[in-house]
């Protein structure tokens, strides 16, 4: 799974052809030893993560809404996608 951005301890992933499980793009987020499952609309779909980590996460997918859309897109195809810069 490619990483998509980090920061602040958090890394952000996201999965090739990801669609199957959750339907909406979402992003992979992992700080420590929790793990979450995050629509780019800020939604926790599965897994837990610390609410401080979650609000930081959001606002990173509030700044680089466009560039995660344009990842996912390009993910949900197989095609390769560029990093997106952290906070």
Not at 16 to 22: L, M, S, W, Y
Not at 45 to 57: E, V, Y
């Amino acid at each position: 799974m490619p990483e998509l951005s980090r920061f602040y301890g958090i890394i952000i992933k996201m999965y090739f052809n990801d669609i199957q499980q959750h339907h909406k793009p979402h992003i992979h987020a992992f700080y420590g030893d929790y793990e979450a499952v995050i629509a780019v609309d800020g939604e926790l779909l599965a897994g837990s993560i610390p609410t401080k980590q979650l609000r930081i996460i959001n606002g990173w997918l509030a700044i680089h809404e466009d560039e995660v859309y344009a990842a996912w897109n390009k993910a949900v195809n197989g095609d390769h996608f560029d990093k997106i810069s952290p906070l």
